[in-house]
């Protein structure tokens, strides 16, 4: 049986090794569902010296898989919101792709409204803004495993060969489902805009979100908002990985100045 998700600092986060200087800025990276931090293997060389990266590690998936999986974003939040504490001494900024852009954002709201913290970026990728989400009804998750299975092929985001592993899927299949039944249940409620500025990202093949679906992340913030798209499909971050982080470091250099 898996247990509930242990609240320390340490459970959540991995470092991401990169070129790390003392009181630099904190960029974590919030990843798409059923995927954990090792999505964000190798990022550190990418980005800006200075920068230092985390990958935040959700329950349920690779060195957490014992424990037990969130399906509630306000659950989650309640316990990423005092894991990630002792990392916001200093200037921090969010990257999410996908189910990670919802919890990033909603994550900044949360620490805006109870701690009085934000980001100095958000970066949000492959999301459309949150009043437009995408929810499917809680019923259309009532999927098989070969559903679930065929979900994950369309994503294009797994190796076949993984797919065909019956080890690997009974690994996988809960934490996607509670990723999926997180996604589905999420309502955009209305509230304080944020004020910092805003990248929002996209695929031009992703047939999910489309460049207006992006656009509107302007409406939540009092910040700018840039809009980036990339070749590929919704998950273009993959493909694409040394432009998104060309344009992420683009982004952290200006700022907080």
Known sequence: MRSAPPQTAQ??????????????????C???AGAGASVFRGWGAGLPEGVEAFAVQLPGREDRF?????ADLDELLDALVPALLPYLDRPFAFFGHSMGAIVSWELARRL?????LEPVRVMVSGCRALPSHESRKLSELDLSDEELINE??????????LLQNPDFVTFILP?????LSLFAGYVYRPGE??????SAFGGDADPRVSVEHLDGWAELTTGRTEVEIFPGGHLF????????????SRALPAVGH
Do not use: H, K, M
């Open 30 to 32: 919030f990843p798409y």
């Open 66 to 70: 014992f424990d037990r999986p969130i």
């Open 237 to 248: 971050l993959n493909a694409e990985r040394e432009s998104v982080l060309r344009s992420i």
């Open 11 to 28: 459970s959540w986060v991995r470092p991401i090794p990169g070129r790390t200087e003392p009181g630099g800025l904190r960029l974590f």
């Open 152 to 161: 994950l092929r369309r994503l294009n985001g797994t190796p076949e060969e």
């Open 193 to 198: 805009l944020l004020s910092c500025p805003v």
């Open 112 to 116: 805006q409204r109870e701690q009085g």
């Open 175 to 179: 934490t996607f489902r509670a990723d």
